[in-house]
């Protein structure tokens, strides 16, 4: 279905779309970027010839080769450009009726074998899909930011995807140097409801007046070996940004209060504290700025780990009960898609079941919150004394 020769469309030219069409380009296809900003073309041709330019002054690319990849991105600012695509990326703002405005736009140009993708991260495939008239060609493939350094690549078919376009596609990804995963078409695919706990419990310790935040990023890095600590990691990731893909898993779940979103996070929203881009997030990031030292109490530390990988774990095994992914997929996914130390179910091996499993009825005894219940898998395979992997 797909070769060198295939031409690839990218739909939007801003963070995601720019390094799409960058790993598409290096993997040797023409690559036809759209945006309906001008000043958004501008930027991403800007960005991508710097891009160029650093990877030849480090010596990661030749010359001649740097040429080659720049006269395969061609930018328009037509869509009808896209009809000699084979497979088209969007990669436009995060907004379904918007979203699907554009897949039925570009259904009418394409030919009628060309794939159409959407790089959503927290919309379902079908609801971006049903804007088509041949919805079997659509399907779902969530890079990482940044897209041209992060390995992991979700390929998420929604229950009308042709099974045929999804294995090729997914060799197309492979042949781009990604590491591919499937996922079910469900609320934040696997990585981004698996991580959920991670920003969700951290604040919860936080709030409880447990532990600061400080501390609670120090116990993560040091006792964990997580690169980034909750706060830290969102206060990169941007504090708004964060509480939106909270709060749109937690709406798509029915309001199911394991995913709920914190008042913390939305009062710092609220007041602009985005993080890092805004200068003030949980921490301050002014020049001038002293943060807090966090209190490295070897026990105070080990318990907060122990209870936010406690909630990761759970999070996994129950990905993995309802067949969101395979186990394999699920532990790739979390050390690719978000760099964690381990896969979180071999993670669950090595710790003891046993281990895991009490820490949550723990939690949810003392608690008396469905927050903390235990995946009926975890419980099933403590009981048989069980593991994920041999
Ligand atoms: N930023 C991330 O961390 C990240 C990670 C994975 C997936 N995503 C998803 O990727 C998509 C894009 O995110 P981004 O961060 O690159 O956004 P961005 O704001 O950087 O870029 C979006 C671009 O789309 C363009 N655009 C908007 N409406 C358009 C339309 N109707 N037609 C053509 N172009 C249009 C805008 O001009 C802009 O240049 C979203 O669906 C987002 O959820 C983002």
């Known amino acids: 279905m797909f070769s060198k020769d295939t031409v690839v469309g990218v739909i939007g030219s801003g963070a995601m779309g720019s390094g799409i069409a960058q790993v598409a380009a290096m993997a040797g296809h023409k690559v036809i970027i759209y945006d309906s900003n001008e000043a958004a073309i501008e930027k991403s041709k800007s960005n991508l010839n710097n891009l160029l330019k650093k990877l030849l002054e480090k010596q990661k690319l030749t010359e001649q080769a740097a040429t080659e990849i720049s006269q395969k991105l061609?930018?328009?600012?037509?869509?009808?450009?896209?009809?000699?695509?084979?497979?088209?990326?969007?990669?436009?703002?995060?907004?379904?009726?918007?979203?699907?405005?554009?897949?039925?736009e570009a259904e009418k140009i394409v030919s009628e074998n060309c794939i159409l993708a959407t790089n959503t991260s927290s919309l379902s495939i079908a609801s971006v899909a049903s804007s088509c008239k041949k919805n079997s060609r659509v399907l779902g493939i969530h890079f990482f930011n940044p897209a041209h350094i992060m390995p992991l690549v979700e390929i998420i078919p929604s229950l009308s995807t042709d099974a045929s376009i999804v294995t090729e596609t997914k060799k197309l990804i492979d042949s781009w140097g990604k590491l591919t995963v499937i996922a079910k078409d469900t609320p934040g695919?696997?990585?981004?409801?698996?991580?959920?706990?991670?920003?969700?419990?951290?604040?919860?310790?936080?709030?409880?007046?447990?532990?600061?935040?400080?501390?609670?990023?120090?116990?993560?890095?040091?006792?964990?070996?997580?690169?980034?600590?909750?706060?830290?990691?969102?206060?990169?990731?941007?504090?708004?940004?964060?509480?939106?893909?909270t709060e749109t898993v937690w709406e798509q779940f029915f309001y199911d209060t394991r995913y709920k979103p914190s008042l913390t996070q939305k009062r710092l929203f609220e007041s602009g504290r985005f993080g890092k881009k805004s200068g003030?997030?949980?921490?301050?990031?002014?020049?001038?700025?002293?943060?807090?030292?966090?209190?490295?109490?070897?026990?105070?530390g080990?318990?907060?780990?122990?209870?936010?990988?406690?909630?990761?774990?759970?999070?996994?095994?129950?990905?993995?009960?309802?067949?969101?992914?395979?186990?394999?997929?699920?532990?790739?996914?979390?050390?690719?898609?978000?760099?964690?130390?381990?896969?979180?179910?071999?993670?669950?091996?090595?710790?003891?079941?046993d281990k895991i499993y009490n820490q949550l009825k723990n939690l949810q005894d003392e608690y008396g919150e469905d927050r903390y219940r235990p995946s009926v898998l975890m419980k099933r395979m403590e009981s048989k004394g069980e593991k994920f992997f041999t």
């Open 74 to 104: 061609y930018f328009s600012k037509s869509f009808n450009s896209f009809s000699e695509c084979g497979i088209i990326i969007e990669a436009i703002v995060e907004n379904l009726e918007v979203k699907q405005k554009v897949f039925s």
């Open 280 to 300: 003030r997030g949980y921490y301050d990031y002014s020049e001038e700025a002293v943060n807090p030292e966090p209190q490295k109490d070897k026990e105070l």
């Open 302 to 353: 080990e318990k907060i780990f122990l209870r936010i990988l406690s909630m990761l774990i759970n999070e996994a095994v129950d990905a993995f009960y309802l067949n969101v992914a395979s186990k394999e997929d699920i532990d790739l996914a979390m050390t690719k898609g978000v760099n964690y130390p381990k896969g979180l179910l071999k993670w669950c091996d090595q710790i003891g079941i």
């Open 189 to 245: 695919f696997i990585v981004n409801r698996i991580a959920r706990p991670y920003y969700g419990e951290a604040i919860r310790i936080y709030e409880e007046g447990f532990a600061d935040f400080q501390t609670i990023d120090w116990a993560m890095k040091e006792i964990g070996g997580f690169k980034m600590g909750p706060f830290e990691l969102m206060d990169f990731i941007g504090n708004d940004v964060n509480y939106k893909v």
